[in-house]
């Protein structure tokens, strides 16, 4: 069965609109043709469809359009974190305001005003507050989810969708997409037998549940079970390689599992075929992986060709625009310094060094913790100033996370870190460095390489000779 059947036949399963309620029990203002198909919206956008993007374009399109239709409009420019995509989010806002619509849309019309005026910390309480009355708001819930991981809360990733799915019951239809939400809360907290598991679960019930299958896959990165995770991706259990618009992060999951398992000729097959080529939209969350990617592998000293300067291509325009989440402006950073647009790079740093002059708000906020820093390591790196490195990332390498993201995608910096301790001859704190990575992933092969050059630069020959042995043992096991 393939994952558009998937896709229909669960479905086929909703509850008819009834009265003025969605398929999920919530108040809506809207005659039922339009309660339908804003329920198939929320149903095809929880599996990440780009059938959501086309139906909430249509419901929008009316003569009069129901309130929901315009929050599910402003909510799926918001969620792709593009400066660009703000005005028609704001457009969308002030319709929905307009309207004046019941409580639950007027509480979404507060969620998202906070949203574009930059708390988006406050959007997230306020989508909380809305899911305490109704607990059965799947699109609430699901900008929620989004909001906590762009804001790197691994505690309401968790809480979140566990108290939903506990209102929900389990023979709700949407459950095994919260169950897949909830596991990769799970899995950021720490949790890692409860989020696989819990994951698991979920792509059992729908294979072609994206979000569920990332969950897993980031689960058994955590673990380092490199030779699972690419088993699981590449088994018939799961339908996530095309069609939907999650696709291309997954493929850089399976990308990662090939660097971990020391084949980055494998990871640039990916990358060239799946992550960014001439056919990429050109949107932040394609360009963060491609980003993630390339600079793993300039870390790890791996001939990238000319791709670095493609990409940077792609991020430049975005980088010129007005700072809007930090995490963006990170990644193209990184591309235009992977590329030597040393000068570029320098531009986009001193734009953020002068807008926190005036700036409020929670990307401020991150950008003065923790972004800025980053991307001036990041700069740093390029320029072979590595102490500048270390000064930059040491002292909030153990904060990373509120800034957004996940720890695997932070993990780029902690190996920035790493890399530039091993080229200043820090070779004590890489030592230390190592100890903690293989402490919780100890079949590592890029752990175990990395504190063989440590203790060899320690003098300690048996040491390394041993961490050598063990990184050729690992990616043995992982050749598959």
Known sequence: MNSSTLSTTAAATLPAANGGRDANGNPISADTATIDRYDRAIDRLLRFDPEAVDLATELAGEDSPAPMAHALIAYLHLMSTDAADLGTARDAHEALVASNGNAREQAHAVAIG?????????????????????????????????????????????????RSLRELGDDHP?????RGMAAFGLEESGHYQHALDTGLAAVEANADDVWAIHAVVHT?????????????????????????????????????????????????????A?????ASLGVPIEMLDASALLWRMLLDGTDTGARFGLLADSWAPKAATSPWYVFNDLHATMALVGADRLAEAHGVVSALDRWLDTA???????TAEIGLPACRAVLAFGEQRDSDVIAELLPIRRVLQHFGGSHAQRDALQRTLLESALRSERFELARALTAERLGVR???????????????????????????????????????
């Open 114 to 162: 906070a949203w574009l005026a930059g708390d988006w910390t406050g959007a997230a309480r306020r989508l909380d507050d809305l899911l305490v009355h109704w607990p059965a708001d799947t699109l609430a819930l699901m900008l929620g989810h989004q909001l906590d991981f762009f804001l790197g809360d691994a505690q309401s990733l968790r809480d979140r969708p566990i």
């Open 220 to 272: 058994y990165e955590m673990q380092g079970r490199v030779d699972e995770g690419i088993g699981f991706l590449r088994s018939d259990r799961t339908q996530w390689e095309s069609g939907n618009l999650f696709t291309v992060h997954n493929w850089w999951h399976l990308a990662l599992y090939e660097l971990e398992a020391g084949r980055p000729e494998r990871a640039l097959a990916i990358y060239d």
């Open 360 to 366: 409020s708000g929670t990307n401020a906020r991150m």
């Open 174 to 178: 949407h459950a095994p997409f919260v």
């Open 442 to 480: 100890e079949s590592s092969v890029y752990g175990w390489t990395q504190r063989a050059r440590a203790l060899h630069g320690l003098g300690d020959a048996g040491g390394a000779e041993h961490a050598h042995g063990q990184a050729g043992r690992y990616r043995t096991q992982f050749a598959v």
């Open 274 to 278: 799946e992550i960014h080529h001439e």
